[in-house]
């Protein structure tokens, strides 16, 4: 490689929206792949920064200090701190990141990065990047952190933005020490709300509980510890908060945060408050707001610009509260980040899809387009065979783009397909794109603004993967995965007409091409995998040798479009390891081996005239070296042959000479972890290449810079490039033309015949040959809906054959319409015959049965697979609940009622349970015999005795709390519940009163078996009764329904389980073995039923006594005396006396017989009826002893509920105690934790303490040394006179004017933002104030009478003195920001002490709830109605703390006696203190009436006293009549004079007005004139302001703006005086006003006030 001087990176493009930032006023940063790029938003331009990291992670800039910073993406990551424009490194930052860096951030307010890095560690790190040191970091900090973003007004405050958190980071210094404390915003729900962190909750939710339960946290209660534990709790209980998506700084060191549900949040950073500026869910909400989800803020000098996911970017006017929109911008597409330029000018908008939008919302309401190159990732790109280097990209979602030489995007074709596959043309300015569906689109690139789709062919129903031209353009391969490569005439004359097809024996991996021109053959590499592999390698290598010219002959295909033998020419060669890839040379390969991670070079043989198509040669390489350490590789050969680029999933870009691959050049080129290099491309003169990365969505064009040694060796390429140009040109010339002329497709293009033949070729499908008639000569089989050009030239080829055979087929389809027909005659005479009769085609026929019984075997297995299934769960269900189960349960009916008692279904004791009962009855043993002896030492008085006989049965049931005892089945070893005080004294209880409840339900399951059996025998009885019964209404002749009743499923429930035949409705299938297993189970019955049969007794009694024991009277009711023969043969009158004597005889035996069966019958009904009788009888006492049963069961149920609730208080407060115990554990964990922080904390503050003292001792220093200098001012001017040393002195003192340093705080009381934000600032202080000192020290300011000499020692000692003050000033900040810091950790130290505090005090009230958790017994007393004398209604655990007292049912009769005694008594004097009460009230009521009479008529009095007469009344009073009537008149005269003269002095005003309305009118028209005048200059004057104002704006300086806020600072102090003063002149009007009512009382008194003297 010592021809190549360098490769270097020539453009990049792609855009990804990661990052983007500005490093300057009008550039800004972003990246590209493993590059940043650099786009300067004027001109425009762009320029590309490779950095030295492989791949880029995180980024981020500076626009006001030019710098930018962006992290490395390994093992143990650095970051790279980079000055802007000169790109070079500041600082390389190593951190304690393992894995990478989630967000980096820089400072405006110093050489300050904030960083934070991902899994496992996640910490937030402060950098000082000037000194590449960490200033403090915090570890575990940052979980879900994608944000960071410095206070641009104050470094020291870092927030961090999570997917569903918001942290601000304050960093408190104390000189050089710096600390990380966080402080986590409260965000609110989704509805507005804000969520209260709620306190500890009992276990029990519930509110409405009968009895104390002591409070303890969830935590206890789940059993968590540690940490997490509080965390877990609160994410499982807590409600869902709002998602932060934006934030941004305001003016006051507040912040916006935008959240995705739409919500737009004002957050103080000091006291964490949360205002809620926007909410969409209230009802009132401003719509057009409602749909924005604030995507990112930015704030500007005009508002707030805010951006959501739909495509408006809108201007916000927030005051207070209130949220306007005053103005929108309307893009093309949506925008997902906005951001403002240093100068606060320019506005940023960048999409997701890769365009970049500027904006000057004081200039334009335009926005400007500064970037389009879309987004998405780069599937391949080729250049084309221009003068102008133009290349083309073909993006994964369709995409074709042109780019320049400097990677402008020229223009863009969106094909609206899924591509996989492109390639150039040589010899017209046109691209084939191959497609996922198994198309070809040629795309005219001649108008490089507009692309044109001009062409299509379909060619697979698979994708299209490999698309290669030859070079000099003769032909087009394809190749997809069904194993056929396609040769299309590249010439756009010929239509890109399909030539022909080749077949290959398995998967095409790689298609090269080589042009020789000498030989005029284009050779073709294909490299195939086997027929069984599914490998990306193959080691089979085929070369196919095509002619250059001459292709198109009749000759060259045959008539299904393949190539013929004689055109196409194979050899086939074999490779000793598989290979991936493989480019073809001259007489060569170029091959890699991912198995090996080499490359290889093979020499193909040159004598193959005598080879064979069909043999296989091996290839053995000629030389093998390293390859990439990734792959698989792709491989690429420059024109001229010389070079070959290999590209892998290293990222990397290698270049080497074929002649010898061992040395190379390499360049990283895209990002290894995402996936590294897709593709590579030279260009024509091979100087330039292209590569696509795989997922970094960029293309990067390199440059091959060739060094200037030998002219012959630095041509080479350039020389090939331009021959083959040269040679290619007449060809050019004549073939883009016809490209050019050709339509887009689909207006009129020629394709649209093909795809009608096409879709009209497709539309075969099967007939039926015993319905159909003219269709039978279609396809029986048809292509899919979209045929390709192989499976049309099958159906031109069936077409053609159609037509040649036309005569033939036609005498065909008649003999075959005779047959169909014979065919059709014969199924119709077949319909009704069977099956089996008859066999047209004994293979079908048994083809048929094979699949029937394929199809039967399947079903069956899968009814068999069912039927095991279902048989499982069976199982399952029956050995879980019917197997397991001792005692099953089962009910008992009543026979005349629907009473039913059901039993307790048991389940077996297991060993464990027995063991724990033995257990426990060991432990109550010995409890017992220890107690034994204290228990012989209690003796009882008699009369106690006595007193307790009366009710020791109740007060036994009482105090047990349950009837087991009642009931008889009581166990001896249970506790008495008023001495369960220890844990394992109520776990022994729980198991002691299962087995109490076990007890019962055993005892009771006895008494039901034994009343079920009876119910048995009962039936049975029943069914005796009833046959009986049955022969005697036989006899009787009678026909009656008889009651027998049965056990029904609920009484026998085993039969559910077994299935009887008559269930089964369907007729059950047997196979042929289970027909004769059916067969042979009846043979063996009937001969056990005949051998049973055959009993000589049983005979014996048939035979001797007709089958009974006893002797049985003849039927009588049957019997009946025959009639003599005589009396139906001679009428009575010809009787003899014999035979008269012979019918009386009869007659009596007729009687008699009559009688008998009277008898009979009667006693038979006798008979049924006592039967009868009996079965009802027995029917009802089983019937009561079943009610028996029943409440018997209640009792019991009764008695297993009360041991149950017992059994579940001891379970409660078993869990309580357990809960308290975890409480206890947790608090205990906290405390040792808190004592520990606690020494921490106060070993800090020593520490910090005796900082403090040492720097304070260090600040009096000072002090003192400035003290010191301000004393030997005389002294160094001693030889001065008094006068000039007092005014040197006040020289000395004056100090010069300086520009104030003005910091934007709300919060006065922050002192350590103050001296944070000052002491930052002290040395520029100090510079200013040198600078200005200057002035003061020139020698215009000296005194006349002064020595030069002594004025320059005079300005020496002065800026010694100016430096004194600047340094104690300096100190002093220093001192002040120590001192607050110190403050911070005391009461970081006393909130952790009182934090210990309260957890011992939380410790000691635990013990003691829980000594009174142990001692406060739950009891469970039963009382009879009536004996409780407390409400149990509401009865909560706020109510059941109140002491409760159990007394004798006599103390209480006692009570109520004396009660009642004192109630009557009560009674009787409240009767009389009625009586008495009401007479009082009746006099009171008179007095009240008398004493209102007396104030009516007083009030009356006064008022005729009080009341005054004017002047006029009394001289009206004083006067007669006669006088009052002429007094009248005068005084009408006069008012009528008065009239008079008033409608006089009326008119002369109007006058007056009428003369001013006509000056006014003339003065108005005089103004109207000069108006329209003025109105004419207007437009002048408005440019002439319009420009004086943009003067005056271009011209404003810092001092105007300075001024501008002195005036605005003036305005806000003259106002807050003015309402200072107007406040005081309100409270000065009110007083004067309290003034003037108390003399207006004072001068003017009511006549209420008078008093009648």
């Known amino acids: 490689m010592e021809e190549i001087e360098s490769l270097e990176i020539k453009w990049i493009q792609g855009f990804t929206n990661k990052n983007i930032e500005f490093v300057g006023n009008q550039t800004v940063c972003y990246t590209c792949g493993n590059h940043i790029c650099f786009l300067n938003l004027e001109t425009k331009t762009q320029s590309v920064f490779r950095g030295p990291a492989r791949d880029i992670g995180a980024l981020t800039a500076n626009g006001n200090s030019g710098i930018f910073a962006f992290s490395e993406q390994k093992l143990s990551p650095s970051i790279f701190v980079y000055i802007f424009p000169e790109v070079q490194l500041k600082n390389e930052l190593k951190g304690t990141a393992q894995l990478d860096y989630t967000s980096l951030a820089l400072s405006d307010g110093g050489p300050y990065l904030g960083c934070c890095s991902s899994l496992p560690d996640y910490t937030i790190t402060v950098w000082n990047w000037e000194n590449a040191e960490p200033i403090c970091t915090h570890p575990q900090a940052g979980t879900d952190v994608i944000s960071l973003v410095f206070n641009p007004l104050n470094w020291l405050q870092l927030c961090a933005l999570g997917t569903t958190t918001l942290t601000v980071w304050h960093i408190e210094k104390s000189v050089s020490f710096h600390v990380l404390k966080p ?253 996922a569906s198994g198309d070809v689109f040629f795309i005219d690139l001649n108008k490089e603004e507009q692309p044109r789709l001009v062409h299509q062919v379909h060619l697979y129903h698979t994708a299209v993967d490999h698309l290669v031209f030859d070079q000099e353009g003769h032909y087009l391969l394809t190749s997809g995965s069904d194993l056929h490569v396609f040769v299309l005439n590249a010439k756009p004359s010929m239509s890109f007409s399909v030539i022909g097809h080749t077949v290959f024996p398995g998967r095409i991996l790689s298609l090269s091409t080589q042009c020789l021109r000498d030989r005029e053959e284009v050779k073709v590499l294909v490299l195939c995998a086997g027929h069984e592999t599914k490998n990306e390698d193959g080691s089979q290598l085929t070369v196919l040798s095509l002619p250059a010219r001459n292709l198109t002959g009749p000759d060259s295909v045959d008539r299904h479009g393949c190539l013929s033998a004689h055109v196409l020419k194979v050899f086939r060669y074999k490779v000793p390891r598989p290979l991936t890839s493989c480019v073809l040379g001259v007489s060569e390969v170029f091959a890699y081996c991912h198995r090996n991670k080499t490359l290889q070079r093979f020499r193909l043989p040159e004598d193959t005239d005598s080879v064979s198509s069909q043999s296989v040669l091996q290839l053995k390489p000629e030389q093998e070296v390293k390859g990439h350490p990734l792959g698989p590789v792709s491989l690429s050969l420059s024109p001229h042959c010389l070079w070959l680029a290999s590209v892998g999933r290293d990222g990397l870009l290698r270049i080497r000479k074929t002649a010898s691959m061992d040395q190379y050049m390499e360049l990283q080129c895209h990002s290894c972890r995402l996936g590294g290099v897709r593709s590579v491309s030279f260009s024509a003169d091979g100087h330039t290449l292209l590569t696509a990365g795989y997922n970094d969505g960029s293309l990067v064009c390199s440059h091959l810079r060739i060094k200037s040694v030998d002219a012959r060796k630095v041509d080479k390429p350039t020389r090939y490039s331009q021959s083959v140009a040269h040679s290619l040109k007449k060809v050019f010339n004549s073939e883009n033309p016809f490209l050019i002329d050709l339509p887009i497709w689909g207006q009129g293009s020629p394709g649209d015949s093909e795809k009608t033949d096409g879709s009209e070729a497709s539309g075969g499908t099967c007939v039926d040959v015993t319905e159909q008639d003219e269709s039978y000569s279609s396809l029986l089989w048809g292509p899919p809906s979209h045929p390709t050009w192989l499976e049309c030239r099958r159906e031109a080829v069936v077409k053609e054959d159609n037509e040649h055979y036309f005569e033939t087929k036609k005498i065909m389809k008649e003999t075959v319409r005779e047959l169909r027909d014979t065919i059709q005659k014969m199924l119709r005479e077949n319909e009704n015959l069977p099956e089996e009769q008859f066999n047209l085609d004994v293979e079908e026929q048994r083809r048929f049965e094979a699949m029937v019984e394929q199809e039967v075997a399947k079903v069956r297995a899968e009814i068999e697979q069912e039927i095991v299934e279902k048989c499982y769960l069976r199982d399952v269900l029956k050995r879980e609940c019917w197997d397991s189960v001792m005692v099953k349960g089962r009910a008992i009916k009543a026979f005349h009622s629907e009473l039913a008692v059901q039993n307790y279904p048991l389940k077996e004791r297991t060993e464990k349970e027995l063991e724990d009962l033995h257990r426990v009855q060991n432990i109550r043993n010995f409890e017992k015999a220890a107690c034994t002896l204290s228990s012989l030492k209690k003796s009882s008085s008699t009369q106690d005795k006595e007193q307790g006989e009366e009710g020791h049965g109740s007060e036994s049931d009482t105090l047990t709390g349950s009837f087991s005892a009642q009931l008889g089945y009581s166990n001896p070893y249970v506790y008495d519940q008023f001495i369960l005080q220890t844990s394992e004294q109520r776990i022994n209880q729980i198991i002691l009163l299962q087995d109490v409840i076990y007890r019962i339900k055993t005892a009771f399951n006895t008494e039901f078996e034994a009343l079920h059996r009876l119910k048995v025998q ?128 009869y007659e009596k035996k007729t009687k008699d017989l009559n ?42 149920t009764v008695a297993i509920y009360q041991e149950e609730l017992k059994i579940a208080y001891l379970v409660d407060s078993v869990i309580t105690e357990e809960d308290m115990r975890n409480h206890e554990v947790e608090l205990r964990l906290k405390l040792e934790k808190t004592l520990l922080y606690k020494r921490e904390t106060g070993a800090e503050v020593k520490r910090h303490e005796d900082e403090v003292k040492l720097f304070h001792e260090e600040y009096d220093c000072v002090v003192g040394d400035d003290k010191v200098l301000d004393k030997d001012f005389r002294r160094e001017f001693f030889d001065l006179p008094n006068h000039l040393v007092d005014n040197l002195y006040r020289l000395f003192k004056r100090r010069p004017r300086v520009q104030k340093i003005r910091t934007q705080t709300n ?241 002369k005003s109007m006058q007056h007005r009428v003369k001013k309305i006509e000056r006014i009118n003339k003065q108005a028209v005089m103004k109207a004139e000069k108006n329209a005048t003025l109105g004419e200059q207007l437009p002048d004057m408005q440019v002439t302001v319009a420009e004086l104002r943009h003067i005056c704006e271009a011209a404003a300086t810092e001092e105007n703006e300075t001024a501008r806020r002195g005036e605005r600072y003036q305005e806000i102090v003259q106002r807050r005086d003015l309402e200072d003063f107007a406040r005081a002149q309100s409270d000065d009007i009110d007083a004067l006003w309290t003034e003037l009512g108390h003399l207006t009382v004072r001068n003017f008194p009511s006549l209420d006030q008078l008093k009648h003297s």
């Open 183 to 435: 402080r986590v915003i409260q965000l609110p729900a989704t509805d507005g709300t804000f969520v209260e962190r709620c306190p500890p909750t009992p276990h029990n939710l519930s509110n409405k509980l009968p009895y104390y339960v002591p409070e303890v946290p969830p935590s206890a209660i789940s059993g968590l510890r540690g940490d997490t534990a509080p965390g877990v709790v609160t994410a499982l209980s807590a409600r869902t908060t709002v998602t932060p998506s934006a934030i941004c700084w305001t003016a006051t060191s507040e912040l916006y945060v935008g959240c995705a549900e739409g919500f737009l949040l004002l957050v103080d950073p000091e006291s964490l408050s949360v205002a809620v500026l926007f909410n969409p869910t209230t009802a009132g909400a401003n719509p057009e707001l409602g749909q924005c989800n604030f995507q990112a803020l930015t704030l500007n000098t005009n508002g707030l610009f805010v951006v959501g996911k739909e495509s408006v970017v809108r201007r916000l006017e927030i005051k207070g509260t209130q949220i306007n929109v005053t103005q929108t911008w309307q893009l093309e597409r949506p925008v997902m980040t906005v951001m403002q330029s240093p100068d606060n000018e320019t506005l940023l908008l960048s999409s997701n899809t890769g365009q970049i939008y500027m904006l000057n919302p004081t200039l334009s309401d335009v926005t400007e387009k500064v970037l389009d190159v879309r987004s998405g990732d780069f599937l391949t790109a080729a250049p084309l065979h221009t003068d102008r280097n133009i290349c083309v990209s073909l993006r994964d979602s369709g995409e074709l783009q042109l780019w320049s030489s400097d990677g402008t995007c020229l223009g863009s074709l969106c094909l609206q397909a899924e591509v996989t596959s492109l390639a150039c043309c040589p010899i017209a300015h046109y691209a084939a794109v191959g497609t």
């Open 1307 to 1547: 919060n006065v009381t922050n002192l350590s933002r103050e001296n944070c934000l000052c002491s930052s600032l002290a040395p520029d202080a100090l510079n200013q104030m040198l600078k200005a000192m200057e002035e003061l020290d020139a020698p215009e300011n000296m005194p006349e009478v002064l020595n030069p000499s002594v004025w320059e020692r005079f300005c020496l000692i002065r800026r010694a003195k100016v430096q004194s003050e600047q340094k104690v000033k300096m100190k002093a900040l220093i001192l002040a920001e120590m001192q607050a810091f110190l403050q911070r950790r005391r009461d970081e130290d006393n909130a952790v002490q009182q934090e210990i505090k309260n957890l011992s005090e939380a410790l000691e009230s635990l013990h003691k709830k829980k000594n009174c958790h142990l001692k406060n017994t739950m009891v469970q007393v039963i009382l009879k109605q009536g004996q409780v004398e407390v409400s149990t209604i509401d009865l909560t655990a706020d109510t059941a703390e109140t002491d409760f007292i159990l007394y004798h049912r006599s103390v209480v009769d006692k009570l109520r006696g004396i009660i009642r005694s004192l109630a009557g008594e009560k009674v009787a004097l409240m009767e009389g203190r009625k009586e008495v009460r009401k007479s009082i009230i009746q006099l009171e009521w008179e007095h009240k009436v008398m004493k209102n009479k007396i104030e009516d008529l007083n009030d009356k009095m006064r008022g005729i006293k009080m009341l005054r007469l004017s002047e006029d009344q009394q001289d009206m009073t004083s006067r007669s009549k006669t006088d009052q009537n002429s007094r009248m008149s005068e005084k009408v005269a006069l008012l009528e004079k008065s009239i008079a003269l008033m409608k006089k002095t009326h008119q």
């Open 1155 to 1196: 009688e008998e069966k009277e008898q009979h019958k009667r006693s038979l009904e006798i008979e049924m009826k006592r039967l009868q009788d009996s079965t009802k009888d027995a029917t009802e006492r089983f019937d009561e002893r079943a009610t028996t049963l029943l409440e018997k069961k209640v009792k019991c």
């Open 1018 to 1145: 009962e039936l049975k009885r029943i069914r005796d009764r009833n046959k009986h019964i049955r022969e005697i209404m036989m006899d009787l002749d009678m026909n009656q329904e008889l009651w027998e009743p049965s056990l029904t499923d609920d009484e026998w429930p085993e039969r559910l389980l077994t299935v009887d035949n008559s269930e089964i409705k369907a007729e059950k299938h047997l196979t042929p073995e289970q027909q004769k297993e059916e067969e042979r189970r009846k043979l063996e019955e009937q001969s056990r039923l005949a051998a049973q049969g055959d009993d000589v007794r049983e005979r014996a009694l048939d035979d001797m006594m007709e089958g009974e024991l006893e002797v049985k009277k003849v039927d009588i009711l049957k019997m009946e005396i025959p009639l003599p023969e005589f009396v139906l043969s001679k009428p009575n009158v010809h009787w003899s006396e014999e035979e008269k004597k012979v019918f009386k005889e």
